[in-house]
């Protein structure tokens, strides 16, 4: 059996086209916590490996996937790598620091014997004099003064305070070639033998950083695609060759605001949206979506609306942190999420328009828009697309139709990462030259789609062969 033979509960008119990113942590550390994630709304499922040990990771995918089978849903499993660890080190109490203050840091160090203040990554390999370190996410900022000896010195540019363990940003530092660690390599193997759908790279500084872990995960043997964290400055700098490279682009808006400034961060969001849109790779909005419902069951209207405004400029996706990890109303959360998205998109007077950036042309893509074009022009129901890697769904949905995209596809890896991408519903199915009406078939008899309905199908001459779609009909159930 997999996730996709039991029948939908709901008529296909009536899926959310954006979807939902929910992470696991303490307050959804059971079985039935992810099935609950996963009826309320959730599409894919997000493990942070900044947490945790690979045995309560070993336990989580195994519930994600019984989950998936009893709900009969296809889910995305993201293993989010952590990354090199930027935060301050372990010391006992609050370090007080005054503007203008000379403060110094090492690498594992004893705080109570040597004065230093310890760090978890040794920031005198990467910092230079003149540039900005900024301590305690960003609410303590300094200044590189020198470096030596493995000590980096520093001066407060404003009064604050430390504690341990607090995340470090340096704006202004090249990280270039060395953003993947060792325990990243280790995760990475861990998440090829457990089949992960997703790997997402942070601290992201350019297209090479996603090459390098291209190249780790192919000697894997791994199917993953990745997903590339902007949450730097040099990320930013060099988005374009990041998107193009990447498989999926996460704006990752917590350390992104820090590095940058927060007004950058909402001019930031809509450029890579409309850069990811006209490229064809989804994007994911993430952080402090619903952050009140961490401690409040109801979420403030402001962030209502920064949900509701991410769905109306197109993303593919909005995540869930804190509010699904840690919060007191994880299933609330999903739920009312759930609810703005549908309420966006059915009701949103406006569509979102970018500034007018070059056409990206392939066969692929005008088969795409011509599949579109059809199915607008004939208000047909659903389109149905037929794809062995999930390229002409993802092509499809980039144009962000109005219309559901239906997805039939031979492989289950295609399948749950297409749960994350914009208006898809997957379905597994063997290859064959009928798959598309075989399924379109089964849904009319199980009253997802009705008798009368017209659905568009994209399809291939050879069924299973990637890159090959190049056939679409018109069908009257």
């Known amino acids: 059996m997999n996730s996709t033979k039991v029948v939908p509960n709901v008529p296909i008119k009536d899926f959310k086209r954006t979807k939902?990113?929910?992470?696991?942590?303490?307050?959804?550390?059971?079985?039935?916590?992810?099935?609950?994630?996963?009826?309320?709304?959730?599409?894919?499922?997000?493990?942070?490996?900044?947490?945790?040990?690979?045995?309560?990771r070993e336990e989580q995918i195994k519930w994600i996937r019984k989950a998936s089978e009893e709900f009969g849903k296809p889910i995305?499993?993201?293993?989010?790598?952590?990354?090199?660890?930027?935060?301050?080190?372990?010391?006992?109490?609050?370090?007080?620091?005054?503007k203008n203050q000379a403060l110094c840091f090492?690498?594992?160090?004893?705080?109570?014997?040597?004065?230093?203040?310890?760090t978890?990554?040794?920031?005198?390999?990467?910092?230079?004099?003149?540039?900005?370190?900024?301590?305690?996410?960003?609410?303590?900022?300094?200044?590189?003064?020198s470096v030596k000896d493995g000590v980096v010195f520093v001066r407060a540019d404003n009064d604050g305070v430390l504690l341990k363990r607090k995340?470090?940003?340096?704006?202004?530092?090249?990280?270039?070639?060395?953003?993947?660690t060792k325990k990243d390599r280790e995760d990475a193997v861990f998440g090829s033998i457990h089949e992960v759908d997703y790997v997402a790279q942070s601290f992201v500084q350019s297209a090479k950083d996603i090459v390098q872990l291209r190249k780790i995960l192919n000697s894997l043997g791994s199917k993953a695609k990745i997903v590339a964290k902007i949450e730097t400055v040099a990320a930013i700098n060099n988005i374009e060759e990041?998107?193009?490279?990447?498989?999926?682009?996460?704006?990752?808006?917590?350390?992104?605001?820090?590095?940058?400034?927060?007004?950058?961060?909402?001019?930031?969001?809509?450029?890579?949206?409309?850069l990811c849109r006209k490229l064809a790779k989804p994007v994911i909005i993430a952080t402090q979506m619903l952050a009140?419902?961490?401690?409040?069951?109801?979420?403030?209207?402001?962030?209502?609306?920064?949900?509701?405004?991410?769905?109306?400029?197109?993303?593919?996706?909005?995540?869930?942190?804190?509010?699904?990890?840690?919060?007191?109303?994880?299933?609330?959360?999903?739920?009312?999420?759930?609810?703005?998205?549908?309420?966006?998109?059915?009701?949103?007077?406006?569509?979102?328009?970018?500034r007018q950036q070059p056409d990206v042309y392939s066969r692929q893509s005008a088969i795409c828009s011509a599949v579109i074009t059809l199915t607008e022009e004939i208000n047909a129901s659903a389109i149905v697309a037929e794809t062995k890697s999930g390229a002409t769904a993802i092509q499809i949905a980039s144009r962000r139709p109005d219309h559901p995209i239906i997805a039939v596809t031979s492989q289950k890896i295609v399948a749950n990462q297409l749960t994350l991408v914009y208006g898809v519903k997957s379905y597994i199915r063997p290859d064959s030259r009928e798959a598309a009406s075989k399924l379109a078939n089964w849904l009319e008899r199980?009253?997802?789609?009705k008798k009368g309905d017209i659905v568009v199908t994209a399809s291939g001459k050879y069924p299973g062969v990637i890159g090959t779609t190049d056939t679409i009909k018109v069908r009257v159930l």
């Open 120 to 145: 978890q990554y040794d920031l005198s390999k990467k910092v230079k004099r003149g540039e900005r370190v900024f301590l305690f996410d960003g609410k303590v900022k300094t200044t590189v003064t």
């Open 292 to 354: 009140t419902m961490t401690e409040s069951s109801e979420p403030t209207r402001a962030e209502v609306s920064d949900v509701a405004t991410a769905v109306i400029i197109g993303t593919d996706c909005v995540m869930l942190s804190e509010e699904t990890a840690s919060g007191r109303y994880p299933i609330e959360a999903v739920k009312i999420m759930k609810r703005v998205i549908k309420y966006a998109e059915k009701n949103s007077p406006v569509d979102a328009v970018f």
């Open 20 to 56: 939902i990113l929910a992470t696991i942590g303490p307050s959804t550390n059971s079985y039935e916590a992810i099935l609950s994630l996963i009826k309320s709304g959730a599409n894919g499922i997000r493990l942070n490996f900044s947490h945790g040990n690979n045995t309560e």
């Open 242 to 274: 990041i998107i193009q490279e990447s498989d999926v682009v996460m704006v990752a808006r917590g350390d992104l605001a820090v590095e940058t400034a927060p007004e950058v961060v909402p001019i930031e969001q809509r450029r890579i949206v409309g």
């Open 76 to 98: 995305a499993i993201l293993q989010d790598l952590q990354g090199p660890k930027i935060r301050l080190g372990d010391f006992e109490g609050v370090i007080p620091v005054k």
């Open 106 to 118: 090492k690498h594992k160090t004893d705080y109570k014997r040597s004065g230093i203040i310890p």
């Open 167 to 180: 995340g470090i940003n340096l704006p202004d530092t090249n990280f270039s070639g060395g953003v993947i």
């Open 446 to 449: 199980n009253k997802v789609l």
